[in-house]
């Protein structure tokens, strides 16, 4: 599974990650798709001793950001902060595709790019992610910020769709979103994200030592037409945390100051309609098999909504670190980010394969 794409990075081509087997030097074969190691659910789907992230499923396939290790030989990133988009079968398996900034950009760019919030074009020929660039050394955060959409085999294409957010929320003390995370395709022309702020704080520090966190905070949901870049707020979606595409053709959203609290924001009217109330607040949400299934509690517990009665159900979920992102796979499955521990500034996420329990 995604472990053995570790021991594969140094010799991967653009766009084909390569087996490493006994053969003449030099030589590169395509990997073997053996499968998951299980069918049972729920099924780890990475195993990186880094980040697997932002993930989304488009078809069969799952796309997600996979935090790049150092790569000493390569020119290219030192760090090893930066992300590669992964491509692996939703049901799990071997990785199918891996396009990394360090593999694509030249070696003379020696800043750090990572590429995250990944999301399949319905066709398959075209992706939309964010790409966040900054200075290896004595930097907090990222120094630009872009929305892209380029082909799926040419990440780096600039000359495509490079979009900057900024979002100003209204208010005295107003912030400022300028990345898009939770991006979904509408349709081939639209796509539909959360304008979100990247707030950088002081943890702790006494004198010149200083420790700093870093939280996302959605803070409206936008939308992109891909013909004219043109990017505009969703009427009334703003304080949107969380959202999800309803089966009726509206918009789940959840907002501030109600984070546990489910409406239906009507796409013609506009209106937000109360739909039911989650156990407490929620992190992330997503559409499965016709009803909301959010992870609450600040990542602890995952919990459905029926649309129709507000019934909330507490589904099973053991993880060894709190939940951070979900994701629909069809029909009753979804695909869940976990913490692999719960450590004070966080742990390495993976990815796993769940399913709402049939009835």
Not at 151 to 174: C, H, K, W
């Amino acid at each position: 599974m995604a472990l053995r794409s570790r021991l594969l990075a140094s010799v991967l081509a653009p766009l084909a990650l390569a087996a490493c087997e006994h053969a003449a030097p030099g030589s590169v074969h395509a990997p073997t798709d053996v499968g998951p190691f299980t069918t049972t659910l729920p099924r780890r789907l990475t195993f990186s001793v880094l980040n697997d992230r932002t993930p989304s499923v488009t078809g069969s396939v799952l796309v997600y950001a996979r935090q790049g290790e150092a790569y000493p030989n390569s020119g290219y990133g030192p760090t090893g902060r930066e992300e590669c988009l992964a491509f692996l079968p939703v049901e799990g398996g071997t990785i199918e595709r891996l396009v990394c900034p360090h593999s694509l950009l030249s070696p003379a760019d020696t800043f750090v790019n990572t590429w995250h919030e990944p999301a399949l074009s319905p066709d398959g020929t075209r992706i939309a992610f964010t790409w966040e660039r900054g200075l290896n050394v004595g930097m907090l955060g990222y120094w630009e910020k872009y929305l892209m959409v380029t082909p799926v085999d040419r990440p780096t294409d600039t000359t495509q769709i490079r979009a900057m957010v900024n979002y100003v929320e209204a208010g005295l003390f107003s912030r400022r979103a300028d990345f898009a995370s939770k991006i979904a395709w509408l349709d081939e022309g639209h796509l539909r994200f959360l304008a979100t702020w990247e707030h950088i704080f002081t943890v702790r520090g006494s004198g010149s030592e200083r420790v700093t966190d870093t939280t996302y905070v959605p803070l409206a949901l936008e939308d992109m037409d891909l013909a004219t870049q043109a990017i505009t707020p969703v009427p009334g979606g703003d304080s949107v945390i969380a959202w999800a595409p309803a089966p009726s053709g509206g918009i789940w959203v959840v907002r501030e100051p109600q984070p546990d609290s489910l409406f239906l924001l009507d796409s013609v009217m506009h209106l937000r309609t109360p739909v039911g109330r989650f156990n407490s607040g929620v992190t992330d949400l997503a559409a499965v098999d016709g009803a909301a299934v959010a992870i609450t509690g600040g990542g602890t517990a995952l919990e459905r909504l029926d649309p129709a009665t507000g019934a909330v159900t507490v589904l099973p979920s053991s993880f060894a670190g709190p939940m951070v992102h979900i994701a629909a796979a069809g029909g009753r499955r979804f695909v869940v980010e976990a913490q692999q521990a719960t450590q004070p500034f966080g742990a390495p996420t993976d990815l796993w394969l769940l399913e709402v329990p049939g009835p």
